[in-house]
C-alpha cells in the first residue's frame, strides 16, 4: 500500500513502489492512508491478511477506521451546544460564535399570505428552509409554513422582519419569544420554572379510581400531603370529585365540605396546593382556603371558572376532555391527535387570557385517557413538548391510567409504567407531571432533569 509522506524522515512513496514493483509485487500508490487502507481491504479475498507497515502515524491513521466513533449529540438548546463544543475543546470565541449553529430548530406556524412568500425567500438566503402549504387558506387568507433552521438562522431572520410592514415585525418578535431568543422569561417563583415540578394527588372521595376512599378522614388526608411534599411533592393537588368512568356527580356542598376542611389544614405545608374541580363556587372557596391553583378537567365548562382564576390571579390548569366523568362509550376521532388538542386547548386558552389571566399563568393539560385511546395517549406523552407552542407550562397526568394496559401494567400494577411515562415526560419538556406515587416518580423527575441539565453544571 502507498504511504502518505508526514515529515521529512518519512520515505517517499514513489521510492517504496519502486522498490516493492522491483520485487515482483504488484503496487499501487494512493497517497492517503485511509484511502489506501480501503481499496486494500476492498480487493483482499477472504483468505488474504492486510498487513500496515509504516510508521506510527501511519498505523495510528489506519486504526481510525475501527477506532473512530461518529458520536450523536442530542442538541436541544444553547446550553447543550455550548458543551458540546467545550468537549471539543473549542476556543471560548468559536464557542460564543458558533453555539447557535449547533441548535436546529423546526417550526409550523400559520401565516398570511403576503407574509409567507417573504418568509420563506429571506430563511432560504440565510441558508435554512421553508416549506408552504399547496392547500389555497380559504381563511382570511392564512396558510401553513414549515420553517427549519438553526437558532442563529432564525436570530438572523427575526433581525431581516424586524421594522418590515404586513405584520412581519410582529411576527419576528412572536418568533424570538417562542424560540428563546433575546430573551429572558420572567418568573413568578412557580416550582415549574426550574425543571418539572411533581403534583401528587390527594383524592378526599369514596370512588377515586386509585386510591378512592383512602383519604376521606381529614386526619389520614392531612398526613398523606405531608407525606407526599416529605417525599418531593411540589404541588399537592386536593381533589373532592371523581372523574373516573361511570362516577356519580357531586354536589357542590358535597365537594365543599370534602375538600375545604383539608385545604385549610394542609396550606401552611411548604409546597403549591391545588384543587381538582371543575365547580367555579368550589374553586373560589379553595382558593379562599388557602389553595393556590385551579385544576379544571374540563376545560372551563363552567364559564365562572376563568374569572374565579384571573380575580385570584390564581395559576389555572386547562385540560383537553372529551367527557368528565369520563364516558368510554364515547368515540372521538382525531386526524392529529396532537395538533387537533393543540387547537382546541388554544381557544380555551384565549378564553382564559380574555378574561384576565397572562399565558404563564395558564397550564394545559392534552387530557391522557379523557376521550383518547391508549395509542393517542402515548402519542401525546411522545410529544408532550409541542404543547409550549401555545406560550403555557405543560401538565402530563398519565398516573396509573387505562393506557398502561397496553404494557400489561393497569390498574393495580401501574406504578412501574408511570414512573417510566414520568421519566419520559419530564425528558419531552413537561412543566408539571400529575402523579399518585411521589416518590418514585420525583425521582424518576429529577433524574431526567439533572440529565438535561448536566451541561448547565459544568
Same mark, same amino acid.
Given at each position: ?261 383539608? =385545604?385549610? !389544614?394542609?396550606? /401552611? ?5 391545588? @384543587? ?7 374553586? &373560589? $372557596? %379553595? ?119 397496553? =404494557?400489561? !401494567?393497569?390498574? /393495580? ?5 408511570? @414512573? ?7 425528558? &419531552? $419538556? %413537561? ?28
Amino acid at each position: 500500500m502507498g504511504l502518505r509522506t508526514r515529515h521529512g524522515r518519512a520515505e517517499d512513496a514513489d521510492v517504496l513502489s519502486t522498490v516493492f514493483s522491483e520485487a515482483g509485487s504488484d503496487t499501487t500508490v494512493t497517497r492517503a492512508v485511509d484511502s489506501a487502507l480501503d481499496e486494500a481491504v476492498a480487493a483482499a479475498g477472504p483468505d488474504d491478511v492486510v498487513l500496515v507497515a509504516g510508521s506510527l502515524f501511519a498505523v495510528a491513521e489506519a486504526r481510525t477506521r475501527w477506532t473512530r466513533a461518529n458520536v450523536q449529540k442530542d442538541v436541544d438548546d444553547i446550553e447543550d451546544a455550548r458543551a458540546v463544543l467545550e468537549g471539543a475543546h473549542v476556543t471560548p470565541p468559536g464557542v460564543w460564535r458558533m453555539r447557535g449553529k449547533g441548535v436546529h430548530r423546526v417550526v409550523k406556524t400559520r401565516v398570511q399570505n403576503r407574509q409567507a412568500q417573504y418568509l420563506k425567500e429571506e430563511l432560504l438566503s440565510l441558508g435554512g428552509e421553508c416549506s408552504l402549504s399547496g392547500l389555497n387558506s380559504q381563511s382570511r387568507g392564512y396558510l401553513d409554513a414549515v420553517l427549519m433552521g438553526t437558532l442563529a438562522q432564525f436570530k438572523r431572520l427575526c433581525e431581516k422582519l424586524d421594522g418590515q410592514p404586513y405584520g412581519l415585525s410582529v411576527f419576528a418578535a412572536e418568533l424570538r419569544a417562542d424560540l428563546g431568543i433575546q430573551t429572558d422569561p420572567e418568573t413568578h417563583g412557580y416550582p415549574w420554572e426550574d425543571g418539572t415540578a411533581v403534583m401528587g394527588v390527594l383524592n378526599v372521595t369514596p370512588d377515586s379510581f386509585h386510591d378512592g376512599g383512602e383519604y376521606e378522614a381529614i386526619e389520614d388526608a392531612v398526613a398523606r400531603a405531608e407525606a407526599m411534599v416529605e417525599a418531593g411533592a411540589d404541588i399537592v393537588d386536593v381533589g373532592g370529585e371523581s372523574t373516573r368512568p361511570g362516577a356519580e356527580p357531586v354536589s357542590t356542598q358535597a365537594e365543599l365540605d370534602r375538600v375545604l376542611p383539608v =385545604v385549610e !389544614r394542609i396550606s /401552611d405545608l411548604d409546597a403549591m396546593i391545588s @384543587v381538582d374541580t371543575r365547580k367555579a363556587e368550589v374553586a &373560589r $372557596g %379553595a382558593l379562599e382556603a388557602g389553595a393556590d391553583v385551579i385544576n379544571d378537567v374540563t376545560g372551563l365548562e363552567d364559564p365562572e371558572m376563568r374569572f374565579v382564576a384571573a380575580e385570584h390571579g390564581a395559576p389555572l390548569v386547562v385540560m383537553h376532555s372529551i367527557n368528565a366523568p369520563v364516558d368510554p362509550e364515547t368515540d372521538v376521532h382525531y386526524d392529529d391527535v396532537v395538533e387537533d388538542v393543540l387547537a382546541e386547548l388554544t381557544e380555551r386558552v384565549l378564553l382564559a387570557e380574555k378574561a384576565g389571566l397572562p399565558r404563564e399563568k395558564i397550564v394545559v393539560d392534552p387530557g391522557l385517557g379523557f376521550g383518547k385511546s391508549a395509542a393517542e395517549s402515548f402519542e401525546l406523552l411522545d410529544r408532550a413538548d409541542e404543547f409550549h407552542a401555545l406560550g403555557c407550562p405543560v401538565l402530563i397526568g398519565h398516573s396509573h391510567k387505562s393506557m398502561f394496559g397496553n =404494557v400489561d !401494567r393497569y390498574p /393495580d400494577d401501574g406504578g412501574y409504567a408511570t @414512573v417510566a411515562a414520568t421519566a419520559l415526560a419530564a425528558d &419531552r $419538556g %413537561a412543566d408539571i407531571v400529575r402523579v399518585h406515587d411521589v416518590e418514585e416518580n420525583a425521582a424518576a423527575v429529577r433524574v431526567a432533569d439533572a440529565t438535561r441539565r448536566e451541561a448547565d453544571d459544568e
